[in-house]
């Protein structure tokens, strides 16, 4: 019989050997068990949501600061479609700026309205209300915000680490989001 010790190591040492071989998480196939993530938490969700819209508005400011969001909490597709929407918004601050205007900062709060879980599916309907600052060549800093409100369904997907963000998108069919779409 070998000794307890000698089992654990090499348990560990396997363990440890087969953790390198593992590809990314990712969703949960579809046959299994719902009963592998447990159903979210309203308060999980939703900083999701504010931190991955704030994140979005920031690629509009001057000086963007770097994205909060980390990727466990993201599908791929999620990612690769925000990574498509960046040139699109550089390209529109661009255009802005080259008319002498540009954003400063903002604030951004959300509303949860509802909370669907489905399986290993989620959507949370909610309102982002939104201020910015914006800034002139001729003027400089405005103390004036401008604002906006937008509803808005953020989808996740169940992976083995959790739930992540697969989309945002608006909630009225063909309506805009503001500053880039990020929806798969």
Wanted: aromatic share 6%; hydrophobic share 40%; charged share 15%.
């Amino acid at each position: 019989m070998k000794h307890p010790r000698t089992v654990a190591a090499v348990a560990v040492l396997f363990g440890l050997a087969l953790a390198g071989c593992q590809t990314a998480a990712g969703p949960l196939p579809v046959d299994s068990s719902t009963t592998a993530v447990p159903s979210p938490s309203s308060s999980e969700l939703l900083a999701i949501i504010q931190t991955a819209v704030e994140d979005r508005n920031a690629t509009v400011l001057d000086n963007p600061p770097a994205p909060r969001l980390v990727e466990g909490e993201t599908t791929a597709a999620y990612r690769a479609k925000r990574a498509r929407d960046l040139p699109v918004v550089a390209r529109s601050k661009a255009g802005f700026k080259s008319k002498g205007f540009w954003y400063t900062d903002f604030s951004t709060k959300i509303m949860v309205e509802s909370v669907e879980v489905g399986g290993s599916t989620a959507s949370v309907h909610f309102k982002e209300l939104t201020e910015e600052h914006q800034a002139s060549a001729a003027n400089g800093p405005s103390n004036v915000p401008s604002g906006y409100s937008v509803s808005q369904t953020a989808m996740f997907l169940a992976s083995v680490d959790g739930w992540q963000l697969d989309s945002i998108a608006p909630s009225t069919p063909g309506g805009l989001l503001p500053m880039s779409i990020v929806k798969g």
